[in-house]
């Protein structure tokens, strides 16, 4: 079965960084767009950053420049790292993926961003 087990995470200051990490399991994880998406406190879920099986990225324009994310097939893991992070960062993060039409989630991190 398809498995998204996410790590990272945390409480940090206005500035500060962090990674998240999302291993996939039950999938052929290199042919898939892997995306990590949010929800912050009040708000509806949105896609945060997609990477295409070509290694191709796109970012939500909120985070453009502070934000990267990556992928290695070769350990079925998708990344992101965030940089200068804002308290408008904060909320629960999940990356996902989409296969056979249904898509899966990640449990989901929480990232605080407050001084």
């Known amino acids: 079965q398809v498995r998204l087990v996410q790590s990272g995470g945390g409480l940090v200051q206005p500035g500060g960084s962090l990674r998240l990490s999302c291993a996939a399991s039950?999938?052929?994880?290199?042919?898939?767009?892997m995306d990590w998406n949010r929800q912050a406190p009040g708000k509806q879920r949105e896609l945060v950053a997609r990477?295409?099986?070509?290694?191709?990225?796109n970012y939500t324009d909120s985070v453009k420049g502070r934000f990267t994310i990556s992928r290695d097939n070769a350990r079925n893991m998708v990344y992101l790292q965030m940089n200068n992070l804002k308290p408008e960062d904060t909320g629960v993060y999940y990356c996902s993926v989409v296969r056979a039409g249904r898509a899966f989630w990640g449990q989901g991190t929480q990232v605080t961003v407050s001084s």
């Open positions: 039950g999938i052929n994880f290199k042919i898939h767009t």
């Open positions: 990477i295409d099986s070509r290694g191709s990225t």
